[in-house]
């Protein structure tokens, strides 16, 4: 896990399998950047694999802590399999998705695609 | 796979168990044996991939994971059927304990879970078995043969 600072907010890169395992030191990162003052963050998780209930249980909760600052929780998607979990639990209107990192909010390539369409 | 092949299948049921340490580290375990039995199966790519989201779900539904015991996982595959059931002995910590033999299960996102595995697999549940509950799932393989 690594993160980037863009303009627009910082990125949190998940990559590989983001599990039981993976999903304590993800909510760790994103509630010390929350922490730290910004409302709005972004999760690219293009080059996640595997996206199960815990994961996607601590990205609705930062979602929620998101929101409650002012902010959103964005995430960058591109799998289908992760797009798939989005969808079947209901959570791909939940959050802005992008599916790269050039369609996130103020760049020149436009705003966030809807994964229904 | 040939429909002979099917037909073989069906004739036999295999039994593979594994058990191992109820950590979060290891979970991927119990996905990495589902998916290899599925691949033996002749499940296709979508169906594994289905398959292993829905074990790992099975694995950590149990809260116990994320605080000790022993995860045994038992997969038996019938024809094109794959039935697989998870239960956790407890361990040494007494809180998680106390959830496995009150039955205890299905974390915080547990209705995540919850529809993942409606969506994932044919059936589902969990029941008390041998004085502690046992979830389990069964998935069948959509196409006869390829």
């Known amino acids: 896990m690594s993160q980037v600072s863009e303009e627009n907010g910082p990125i949190v890169v998940v990559e590989g399998e983001v599990d039981l395992a993976v999903a304590p030191s993800l909510r760790e990162d994103l509630e010390a950047l929350l922490a730290a003052g910004h409302s709005t963050l972004y999760v690219d998780l293009l080059g996640a694999t595997f996206l199960d ?7 609705v909760t930062i979602r929620e802590q998101c929101l409650g600052a002012g902010g959103e ?3 960058i998607v591109s799998e ?9 639990t209901g959570l791909a209107s939940a959050f802005p998705i992008h599916d790269s990192r050039s369609q996130i909010p103020g760049s020149t390539n436009g705003d966030a695609t809807d994964p229904n369409e | ?11 036999r049921s295999e039994v593979i168990t594994l058990s191992f340490p109820a950590r979060a580290d290891l979970v991927v375990l119990a996905r990495f044996t589902a998916a290899t039995l599925a691949a033996r199966a002749g499940f296709d790519i979508e169906e594994i991939e289905d398959l292993r989201l829905a074990v790992d779900e099975l694995v950590v539904s149990f809260e116990a994971v994320q605080a000790g015991g022993t ?3 038992r997969c038996t595959q019938s024809g094109t059927e ?19 033999a009150g039955g ?14 409606d969506a994932l697999v044919d059936e589902h549940g969990r029941e008390h ?7 389990w799932l069964r998935k069948q393989r959509a196409h006869s043969g390829r």
């Open chain 1, 53 to 59: 209930s815990t994961a996607l249980g601590v990205l």
């Open chain 2, 104 to 117: 205890e299960l299905w974390g915080a996102d547990g209705e995540l879970s919850k529809q993942l595995l």
């Open chain 1, 80 to 88: 289908p399999r992760i797009l798939k979990v989005l969808q079947i």
């Open chain 2, 71 to 73: 995860v045994q996982l």
């Open chain 2, 1 to 11: 796979m040939s429909d002979h092949d099917d037909q073989e299948m069906s004739d």
């Open chain 2, 82 to 100: 794959l039935l697989i059931e998870c239960t956790v002995e407890p361990g040494s910590d007494a809180d998680a304990n106390q959830g496995i």
């Open chain 2, 129 to 135: 078995r041998d004085g502690g509950p046992c979830v």
């Open chain 1, 73 to 75: 929780l964005h995430l």
